[in-house]
């Protein structure tokens, strides 16, 4: 079984940027990258086969929550795991659960062990603490687990934010504890990341990370961020975080963002994200493309057979026209939703990799600032 | 351009099946051959890409009336056609949008010079004749297009099937004259075939067919059977019209059916069908395999990781487990319905291909009657 061993091969002079190159069982991840969510074993309209080959993907995102109410633990177990379950075999990273138990389930009430909730789906009653939610993702099997946190929302007064957070560093102990207790069951090593807290709170982001720190673990996740505060503050608390987890293990930012946030959180030293946004707002009819964003309902786009995006090097978005989609979308056409979703994807995935690409040619924050100002723009 | 050239390679010596090819400008068509249907420009749920290199269709159906209304005639003219709107570059056939105006539309008045009806999106009023939806085909520019009819509803009494089906003929004389008085717009040839109709009144049928097998049509297609009448009646008029029709030209049954229906209709002499089946039926769990029909819905294959089809030979049927797609249903994924739209669609295109591989070397019949008892048991 592999070591993770992220190595870092460049770094940014004038901005913090890094490229990198971290390795798992299923395969090396070159970052920055963006890595697809497949909530529920599935990136939501897009094949396996058209992620590997039409989107890029070199990792995918499975949700905890999701994926434990349905199909559960032991049928994804009789398969061998996720991987096998959804015919996957790149790297996959699974969350935690603790972000859907608390923006999804139907009622939750949190105490010292954990969390107990209702099903979103049939108000089930479950209870998820550190050491189950560990056993859960053993048993998931993805190749990158996440600690069990509280996220609290935004805004939350100083005093429950570090209450919260303090929880938080326990329930890490304990899933640390019981992730050493146990091994994989698949064959292939797994790799746990801790989660920092703290809110928009200086000092409580500054001692989370110290403590994540501490812990040793192969790559630190960022929490509590793009929960409804504005932009301004995820870079600002983003900036911050990065600046006091160590340098040799991976960043990652969950659930964010915008192609700009991206590019802007690479710059402050991120490596790793996720975010349902490309595929949620495709199925919108929102499209981030190499040249701007495009609302491909609108009616400008009737008479427009030039391809959906240029500027990618993928099939789908060299043969598909934006007339055609947006006929698709008019006429409520899956495979308009499953091109956007594509679309999407693809830039996104396209983004990380021209921003790695001018992190190693020296040149990220010119780049960056040219880009930034073609693909922000309504077009 | 192509000639047509339907070219017939066998014929059984127990039934009435036949093995033949027919040419277009974008490619032969080995017969008897099932067309997938994409009814606005797209088959619904599923890429260009996966028809061609997942189903193996060689030849796709669109809807004059859904096409007419959405994208709109323009549209499609202005983008050079079907086949550039929607990227497949293999043939297509069109319907002449009658079926759709009698199934569909808000309202609809018939008279000598054609039907009004509204619209079923936004109740706007249009007029169909035979000159106008021979410039509606042209204006698609599939490389098959029909000619306007009317079908009747079943049962419908003798004397409204026979009044319907004279005017049908003299639609057809109008269709002929316009279709032969203009040309094609795009390049490639375009082939008319004239549709038998004449209901479940085995005189007017075979009346009919000869009236329409005078016109020296490419092709003949036999319409308004599968339109509510019991299965042995379908057959029946099937069979009835394949003995009246001309050998030396394909066959066409339009709407027509399950799996079963496929083989019994080639023994009759079918060489083309087409219909929603295997798509709507694959979106609502039910799938036709080699080993028989499943409700992929069913608990039973919660735990089933065997392939969803072992005996296709199309990677989706093989990668892709039950339990996962039973998954995806349930769970209202999209990719689901792909999935299961593929499926179906590369049973359907498999069993017509078979059909034809045992009608070449000589055993079609007694392959039909094993296979039918497989494909049909509920399992």
Same mark, same amino acid.
């Given at each position: 079984m592999a070591a993770f061993r992220f190595q870092l091969e460049h770094q940014d002079d004038k901005t913090r940027a890094r490229a990198?190159?971290? &390795?798992?069982?299923? !395969? #090396? $991840?070159?970052?920055p990258i963006f890595m697809p969510v497949g909530t529920a074993g599935t990136v939501k309209a897009v094949s396996q086969q058209q992620l590997k080959d039409d989107t890029g993907a070199q990792i995918i995102l499975g949700n905890t929550y999701h994926l434990y109410l349905r199909p559960g633990l032991d049928v994804l177990q009789a398969a061998g795991g996720l991987h096998r379950f959804n015919h996957w075999d790149r790297p996959i990273l699974t969350d935690s659960g603790g972000y859907q138990v608390f923006s999804l389930a139907a009622s939750r009430k949190i105490t010292e062990d954990g969390v107990v909730f209702q099903s979103h789906i049939d108000g089930s009653r479950h209870l998820f603490t550190p050491e189950n939610v560990?056993?859960? =993702?053993? &048993?998931?099997?993805?190749?990158?687990?996440?600690?069990?946190? #509280? @996220?609290?929302?935004? %805004?939350?007064?100083?005093?429950? $934010?570090?209450?919260?957070?303090?929880? /938080?560093? &326990?329930?890490?102990?304990? @899933?640390?504890? &019981?992730?050493?207790?146990? !091994? %994989?069951?698949?064959?292939?090593? =797994?790799?746990?990341? %801790?989660? $920092? =807290?703290? !809110? /928009?709170?200086?000092?409580?982001?500054?001692?989370? @990370? #110290? /403590?994540?720190?501490?812990?040793?673990?192969?790559?630190h996740a960022i929490g509590g961020l793009s929960v409804g505060e504005p932009t301004e503050m995820i870079y600002e608390y983003c900036g911050l975080c990065c600046e006091h987890l160590p340098v040799d293990k991976p960043r990652y930012l969950m659930g964010v963002g915008t192609p700009w946030d991206l590019l802007e959180c690479i710059a402050l030293g991120?490596?790793?994200?996720? @975010?349902?946004?490309?595929?949620?707002?495709?199925?919108?009819?929102?499209?981030?493309?190499?040249?701007? $964003?495009?609302?491909?309902?609108n009616k400008k786009w009737e008479y427009d057979f030039s391809p959906l995006d240029e500027g990618l090097p993928n099939a789908f978005s060299q043969y598909y026209t934006k007339a055609y989609v947006r006929h698709l979308m008019k006429s409520k056409e899956?495979?308009?939703?499953?091109?956007?979703?594509? =679309?999407?994807?693809?830039?996104?995935?396209?983004?990380?990799?021209e921003a790695r690409t001018h992190i190693i040619a020296g040149d990220f924050a010119s780049w960056k600032a040219s880009t930034l100002e073609i693909i922000k723009r309504r077009i």
């Open positions: 990198g190159t971290f &390795r798992t069982d299923h !395969g #090396e $991840v070159s970052t560990m056993d859960t =993702q053993r &048993r998931i099997g993805a190749d990158i687990i996440m600690a069990f946190d #509280e @996220c609290p929302a935004w %805004p939350s007064d100083y005093k429950y $934010v570090k209450t919260s957070m303090e929880l /938080t560093h &326990r329930w890490l102990d304990r @899933c640390l504890k &019981r992730f050493h207790e146990t !091994g %994989p069951l698949y064959g292939h090593d =797994q790799y746990l990341f %801790p989660i $920092v =807290q703290g !809110g /928009t709170h200086a000092d409580l982001r500054k001692a989370s @990370c #110290e /403590t994540i720190a501490s812990k040793g673990a192969d790559g991120i490596d790793m994200f996720d @975010c349902v946004m490309p595929t949620r707002n495709g199925r919108n009819a929102m499209l981030f493309t190499t040249q701007g $964003v495009i609302n491909i309902d899956i495979l308009g939703l499953t091109i956007a979703s594509i =679309q999407n994807l693809s830039f996104y995935i396209w983004l990380v990799g």
